[in-house]
């Protein structure tokens, strides 16, 4: 079976054949969902534990293992987004606990975000129904088409600093403290129990640490951890060869294997990420557990043979800016530079 590259005109696997290559690792394991919430989120525990003796001889010490918390955040998201999935653990009960859990570290409401995400899974790579839980991409007509008022405020956006700092401390800070207006009921009330309890463990910690080093150790913990977890986002979705179609023209298959890169990490960042980089495998089939990704790309040539996006290649992805719907790519602003933009400032 080829190599599936819309791009290069081959032909993809059908729903049939994927669904069959890749239903073996749909099967949640007890054991090794029960083993990464033992070294996630017991790592994570004894890391606060570790902050609280360090204080009293070093506040560099202390913020060193902040910093290394943070980066477990971004693992213990990975298995918070598993169980939004039902894909950690076969029991539904198991999923929701773990994932409140998981969620209340992570400063997200589990059943809100759930839905949001189930979103993104059904229209990723779909030019038309972009908007929710994606990162902010327009076209280029629609950036030349804009006022300057808009496109100063996309460049803002855009821009590394906003995008991957300032951005996901407002979007995990702020944001998800409040429902979006489509949220039914189950998951706009899982934002206010998520707000009562994040509240309750800071309080806690607070009695515990002092104010002071809370906001030292949580913010530095949540600084790395969401912009670490927006990165990955982004690089799952902006880079070279990335599939975008319209709504007529669009294909799931397509969108999961061409439209989420293999972002082939270090071992041990990817022990951080939980396996995310195995991300066409997991827009694919959003059944397969974190810990199963790897296992579910090796077994097969039409996951092998994807060419993986590099730890050093990805930042190659924070030039692209705007989607060219005639050359069907990813560009920069510089790219665009002599085509006329609308003038008017409102």
Excluded at 31 to 49: C, D, E, F, M
Excluded at 168 to 190: C, D, M, Q, T, V
């Amino acid at each position: 079976m080829p190599v599936p590259s819309a791009s290069a005109g081959q032909a993809l696997p059908t729903i049939k054949e994927w669904k069959k290559i890749v239903a073996p690792h749909t099967k949640p394991s007890a054991a090794r969902a029960t083993w990464q919430v033992v070294n996630s989120l017991g790592s994570y525990l004894a890391l606060w534990v570790a902050m609280y003796f360090t204080l009293p001889v070093s506040y560099w010490l202390t913020f060193a293992i902040a910093v290394l918390a943070g980066a477990l955040l971004v693992r213990i998201f990975i298995i918070f987004h598993d169980c939004g999935h039902g894909s950690f653990y076969k029991s539904r009960k198991l999923n929701h606990t773990i994932g409140f859990i998981s969620g209340l570290l992570t400063f997200t409401p589990y059943f809100h975000w759930r839905w949001e995400h189930s979103i993104h899974h059904s229209a990723s790579g779909d030019l038309d129904r972009r908007g929710t839980g994606d990162v902010w991409t327009m076209t280029v007509q629609e950036y030349t088409s804009s006022t300057r008022r808009q496109r100063l405020g996309y460049r803002l956006f855009r821009n590394p600093f906003i995008l991957f700092l300032l951005g996901p401390l407002y979007l995990f800070i702020i944001r998800e403290r409040l429902p979006s207006s489509g949220a039914g009921k189950r998951s706009r009330n899982s934002v206010w129990w998520m707000n009562l309890a994040i509240l309750s463990l800071a309080a806690l910690l607070v009695s515990i640490f002092g104010w002071l080093p809370y906001l030292l150790i949580q913010g530095t913990a949540i600084t790395v951890a969401t912009s670490g977890g927006v990165w990955l986002f982004y690089v799952q979705h902006q880079y070279e060869g990335v599939y975008w179609e319209r709504e007529e023209h669009w294909n799931y298959t397509a969108a999961a294997l061409e439209g989420s890169s293999f972002y082939k990490l270090p071992k041990v960042l990817q022990w951080f990420s939980g396996n995310i980089g195995f991300h066409h495998i997991h827009h694919l089939s959003s059944r397969i557990p974190n810990y199963n990704l790897e296992r579910c790309h090796k077994s097969h040539e039409i996951f092998t043979g994807i060419e993986p996006v590099t730890f050093w290649k990805g930042f190659k992805s924070l030039g692209y800016r705007l989607w060219d719907e005639k050359e069907g790519k990813l560009v920069g602003f510089r790219a665009i530079r002599h085509l006329p933009r609308k003038e008017n400032a409102v």
